[in-house]
């Protein structure tokens, strides 16, 4: 028997080459419009951060602002500022998670939209029921799994970005935007 | 080949064909803390082949095929089954390997397992989990050669994420007792000493692993498992430690994990004429490879 022979249980190894299934729920637009319904426009205002600012960022939050640009709109009535429109990305089990979250003037939640989800447990991520425990937090809520945001089995390490991330955007509102 | 070929092809078409889903193992041998959801199933196939012991031929598969399921949130239970498929020749170790010996895959025997969860490593920021498992065993994995084992195995898994769990380390310690009996072999050489005598054997393990995913999907690792063998008459028998690379892919259906594993240094008791003095070679081989894949559903 040769070494080579052997070689025929590494068959399910190509299988890998084949690239995961994505499925994104919602576009820009539509995460916009769910998310905060009264605004007639939405401007694009992306932030760029440098290193200094992102010290800041996790210093205050606790995680790394990972990226040196975060998508923003400016969600606007009548020339009015409505709330901030902020599209982030924190990482799943496997794949990054792309969400949205709607950020009011004075700094709270308004609401949480998952548009990208991969993994093989916790769609009810994606489910209005979680994600409604997230409107309304402020910089002062703990951001704790089963304190103030109850945890998905299964998905606990995807909740838990979330949740960070959730608050990672209202630091990024408090020093960045608060005055914009 | 014949003996193998068929039977591992049947599996990978199985295993390519099933709808899949998984929960997921980062390495090939230390294991995490996490443990599935009430509820949910995982399905799972590995092979390890564990080749040359430094003369002769020798290459052994094992072939692992579990089901999980998620009794609570923090409690699972496992079965399995295990094959063993060997072919061993041109190497006598006297009291372990009594010659030639070539088959393909056959049942060796069968496992329940426990495992429960403390704390969560993404909740609780350091996971910790104790595992149980029972075995019954009818063939040495060894020599190929026939043997009643009864086997149970503790052991407690560590785990902690870092970078958002981009990095994940683990790390494991455990203990195995057996109760061996092996069956009498006619013909054996002239002075083989081959006991049937009912015997007892304590291991202890202990191991760590770092996984980082590299890419979405992709992790690289690396992993490092110690175990000691003791027995009543001389103590600490054998020791061998282990290492080598995992890579891991795991997908929103399905996970795969590859791990190369080789012996770095190995002690104790050596069979005559062993070349390698700074390895075990008695049980143990100088390479292993250990191929994983798991659906959840």
């Known amino acids: ?180 | 080949m014949t003996l193998l070929r068929k039977p591992l092809l049947a599996v990978a078409a199985l295993a390519l064909s099933l709808p899949a889903l998984a929960d997921e193992n980062l390495f090939g041998y230390v294991r995490g803390a996490e443990v599935l959801p009430k509820g949910a199933s995982e399905a799972y196939q590995w092979f390890t082949q564990r080749s040359d012991k430094g003369a002769g031929t020798y290459r052994a598969l094992d072939s692992k095929t579990e089901f999980e399921y998620g009794v609570t949130d923090r409690f699972q239970v496992s079965a399995e089954l295990n094959m063993l498929s060997i072919n061993t020749s041109g190497l006598l170790i006297d009291g372990y390997l009594p010659g030639d010996k070539k088959y393909g895959l056959r049942l060796q025997g069968f496992e329940v397992g426990f495992k429960y969860n403390f704390l969560s490593p993404a909740k609780d920021d350091f996971g910790l989990s104790a595992t149980t498992s029972l075995e019954y065993g009818m063939l040495d994995v060894h020599s190929g050669q026939k043997k009643t084992e009864y086997e149970i195995e503790s052991q407690l898994q560590a785990q902690k994420y870092f970078m958002e769990g981009q990095l994940t380390w683990v790390g494991n310690v455990g203990v195995r007792a057996a109760y061996e009996k092996r069956k009498a072999i006619a013909n054996l050489p002239d002075g083989f000493d081959w006991p049937t005598d009912p015997e007892m054997e304590i291991n202890l393990k202990i191991g760590t692993g770092l996984s980082y995913r590299f890419a979405p999907n992709w992790y690289i690792g690396a992993e490092v498992m110690r175990e000691s063998e003791y027995e009543t008459e001389v103590g600490l028998e054998r020791w061998s430690t282990f290492a080598g690379p995992s890579l891991h892919y795991g997908g929103d259906k399905w996970w795969a994990t590859l791990t190369y594993f080789k012996q770095l240094r190995g002690g104790g008791e050596m069979y005559a004429g062993q070349t390698d003095t700074n390895l075990h070679l008695i049980e143990k081989t100088k390479n292993e490879v250990r191929l994983k894949v798991g659906y959840n559903f």
């Open chain 1, 1 to 180: 028997m040769s070494t080579r022979d052997w070689s025929v249980f590494l068959l399910p190894v190509a299988a890998i080459a084949a690239p995961a299934h994505a499925v994104d729920y919602l576009t820009v637009a539509q995460a916009q419009v769910l998310l905060v319904p009264g605004a007639k426009s939405f401007v694009e205002q992306p932030l760029k951060l440098n290193d200094e600012q992102r010290e800041r960022i996790k210093a205050a939050s606790g995680v790394r602002q990972r990226w040196d640009e975060q998508k923003v709109w400016r969600a606007e009535r009548d020339g009015a500022l409505q709330a901030w429109f902020i599209v982030d990305e924190v990482i799943g089990k496997h794949e990054f998670i792309t969400y949205a979250a709607a950020i009011s003037p004075d700094g709270h939640v308004l609401g949480v939209e998952i548009m990208s989800y991969r993994e093989t447990h916790g769609g009810q991520i994606r489910e209005a029921e979680w994600r409604k425990k997230l409107v309304g937090k402020t910089l002062a809520d703990p951001f704790k799994l089963d304190e103030d945001v109850p945890n998905i089995s299964g998905a606990t390490l995807s909740c838990r970005n979330v949740l960070d991330g959730v608050k990672r955007l209202l630091v990024v509102h408090k020093l960045f935007l608060s005055r914009a």
